[in-house]
Nanobody, 120 residues
Framework: QVQLVESGGGLVQAGGSLRLSCAAS????????MGWFRQAPGKEREFVAA????????SYGDSVKGRFTISRDNAKNTVYLQMNSLKPEDTGVYYC?????????????WGPGTQVTVSS
């Protein structure tokens, strides 16, 4: 089992950048696929990015390709989401997730989320 806690959210102007972090507990972090998802008010949860255990494979949602970068540091039990060229439509609660099967999920463990607000 793994516990996840996100940080780094906040308020930023359009065109700006934020870096989210997700700290994981447990000794088996390096064996998990890790993902980032987001949910805007009144909308369904949306896939943002995912990364394989050894960082050899990454996947991105179409709306963030070329602007967001996922990475991980297995020595620190942490996964990151670098978000550049932010747009108002990137606003939402961002969740970190961990899964043991495939980069496309399913993801079994979720953090409580961190709010990202992009002002126009």
């Amino acid at each position: 089992q793994v516990q996840l806690v996100e940080s780094g959210g906040g308020l930023v102007q359009a065109g700006g950048s934020l870096r989210l972090s997700c700290a994981a507990s447990g000794r088996t972090f390096s064996s998990y696929y890790m993902g980032w998802f987001r949910q805007a008010p009144g909308k369904e949860r949306e896939f943002v990015a995912a990364i394989s255990p050894g960082s050899g494979m990454m996947s991105y949602g179409d709306s963030v390709k070329g602007r967001f970068t996922i990475s991980r540091d297995n020595a620190k039990n942490t996964v990151y989401l670098q978000m550049n060229s932010l747009k108002p439509e990137d606003t939402g609660v961002y969740y970190c997730a961990a899964g043991s099967s495939r980069i496309v999920g399913p993801f079994d463990y979720w953090g409580p989320g961190t709010q990202v607000t992009v002002s126009s």
